[in-house]
């Protein structure tokens, strides 16, 4: 995928994916310019949809100026326009990080502050850990691991009000093919 450039002043309001637009990704600076890797907006698209809210772009690319001036490494992602800080509300920094570890666990740069998580699609792998105030490099951010089909469906099952004891059914004393076949029965709830 490839880095595009764009104008704020005339692509402002253009939808890059479902959920983000051009000026999403606009330097702070008032700049025209605005450079956005699709893989990018690809990543923060998946991060979105997994979380079901809205993904705040804190700070995506930068120009050299404020980028020096915001005190930003001197390489960053975001003179690329291949990196973006942001937040979820309801949702910890390190919590999305290590779902982002998850969607890119070999690539990409991903760093855990106090506020907010950063992360880029760089062609190598980064870690970082600045909760602290200083960086310090890490080995990654395990911890995410995918729902399974089974806890899926009883998570289907639980919003729709069949059941109300998700723990008993997602602990092992029940079959997946126990829960498929109370979802074909209740199909008209589900």
């Known amino acids: 995928m490839s880095v595009k450039n764009y104008s704020k002043r005339t692509s402002g309001g253009v939808k890059l994916s479902a959920n983000f637009t051009v000026a999403e990704f606009a330097c702070h600076d008032g700049s025209n310019t605005v450079l956005i890797s ?43 326009g291949k990196a973006a800080d942001i937040t979820i509300a309801g949702v910890s920094p390190l919590t999305i990080a ?7 666990p070999g690539a990409g740069g991903i760093g ?22 200083s960086e310090k490099a890490v080995l990654g951010w395990p911890g995410y691991k995918e729902a399974s089909e089974l806890d899926k469906a009883v998570d289907r099952l639980v919003a729709a009000g069949v059941i109300d004891s998700p723990d008993r059914w997602k ?13 074909i029965k209740m199909a008209g709830k589900v």
């Open 38 to 80: 699709e893989e990018l907006v690809a990543l923060l698209q998946k991060i979105r949809g997994h979380f079901g809210k809205p993904v705040t772009i804190n700070s995506a690319y930068r120009t050299a100026a404020w980028n020096s001036e915001q005190g930003g490494a001197p390489k960053s992602q975001h003179l690329l």
């Open 98 to 104: 290590q779902y982002a570890e998850f969607l890119q």
């Open 112 to 133: 855990v502050y106090q506020s907010f998580t950063h992360v880029d699609v760089r062609a190598v792998r980064a870690r970082w850990d600045s909760r602290s105030g």
């Open 171 to 183: 602990s092992g004393n029940w079959t997946k093919r126990a829960v498929e076949l109370l979802i």
